[in-house]
């Protein structure tokens, strides 16, 4: 199995057909979109997706609810909205949807309860919000936007983001709300294998990338030529201690400046050590290479070589390109343009 993985090649053909161009500095392994006037990028989560491992309606149900994701961005930013607004529209679907490791679908702590993490960044101004460890929050995102703009603050946590999330009217749910069969199975499947780690003494093998994946973010290019990135989660099935992973953390899972909106999914531990958004981010200011040469250099090559199938990101530029790399055998990502015209992957290869 090759370990050079990035982008998708759905991207990559309908890049081609769009004329989008390629710099000869650029590593040839990295695979972008096409460059948007104004639209938006979307990922739901980085892992071990495989085509064998996919059942045609499996797939069918992924693309289905990423289309209508995109197609829910496009909508507020062809009406007139910000940035903003197509990525809490965007991500709102995919939270709504059981397929996704965030809102509906999170996944089960250690203990069998949900623990949901998302933010919010808007590039021009730098204003954030984040929410960590709710519990009973429906659209997690739609809280993040609300600390952002009406709190003083930037991440809550816990009973103080739900009793700010009162305060501010949002939608609360019992928390049987987020139980789905499947995210039940994957939590026994991944507490079995800690019982066989525990034997031969291993105590990282049971926080497994396999059984998180489905992670949702998003990118957005709005009309007036601001970014915006937001990303939520139900982080890591089987975690414990009130883990918290990359997704809620401005500049490791999130990250927008004037000219650069990053969403990452994958092992949260390495992203937040590696501050990989803003790293991106900051290589292309810093040293003046593309959004793609960055994104190459923080997923391919740094986080490959400490720890390989660590995840990916999706990126855009104050040019409208676009960019998805990871480094794990799938990730589902796409892109909607001003047109309209929508462009969906799956696997590396
Ligand atoms: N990054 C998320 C976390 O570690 C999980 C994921 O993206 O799949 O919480």
Not at 77 to 98: F, R, W
Not at 205 to 223: I, P, Q, Y
Not at 224 to 243: D, E, F, L, P, Y
Request: proline share 3%; aromatic share 6%; with cysteine.
């Amino acid at each position: 199995m090759t370990r050079v993985r990035s982008g998708i090649s759905a991207i990559a053909l309908v890049a081609v057909a769009c004329g989008g161009s390629r710099a000869p500095a650029d590593p040839p392994a990295a695979i972008d979109g096409p460059r948007l006037q104004w639209g938006l990028v979307l990922h739901g989560g980085a892992g071990t997706i495989t085509r064998e491992s996919m059942t045609p309606e499996r797939e069918r149900a992924y693309r289905d609810v990423m289309t209508q994701a995109l197609r829910a961005g496009h909508a507020r930013l062809q009406a007139g909205g910000s940035s903003l607004d197509a990525v809490v529209a965007a991500i709102t679907i995919m939270e709504d949807s059981p397929l996704f490791n965030a809102g509906r679908g999170a996944v089960f702590t250690a203990e069998g309860t949900n623990s949901l993490d998302a933010s919010i960044m808007e590039g021009s101004t730098l204003r954030a919000g984040a929410v960590a460890g709710v519990g009973r929050v429906r659209n997690p995102i739609a809280l993040a936007r609300l600390v952002m703009e009406r709190s003083p603050h930037v991440m809550l946590s816990g009973a103080g983001a739900e009793e700010f999330a009162q305060l501010q009217g949002i939608e609360l749910v019992d928390p049987s709300y987020f139980y789905t069969e499947s995210r039940w199975r994957s939590l026994e499947r991944v507490q079995e294998q800690e019982r066989r780690a525990r034997e031969n003494a291993d105590t990282t093998s049971a926080l497994t990338v396999d059984e998180k994946f489905g992670t949702v973010g998003v990118v957005a290019l709005d009309r007036n030529g601001v970014i915006a990135a937001g990303t939520s989660t139900g982080g890591m099935t089987n975690k414990r201690w009130g883990r918290i992973g990359d997704s809620p953390i401005i500049g490791a899972g999130t990250y927008a400046g004037p000219s650069c909106g990053i969403s990452a999914t994958g092992w949260g531990e390495y992203f937040i050590r590696n501050v990989v958004a803003y790293d991106v981010c900051a290589r292309m200011e810093y040293r003046d290479v593309s959004l793609r040469e960055a994104a190459h250099q923080v997923i391919m090559v740094r986080l490959e070589s400490q720890e390989p199938e660590t995840g990916g990101i999706i990126g855009l530029d104050g040019e409208g390109n676009v960019v998805a790399v990871f480094n794990t055998s799938g990730m589902y990502h796409g892109w909607i343009d001003q047109d309209g015209s929508v462009g969906i992957g799956i696997y590396a290869e």
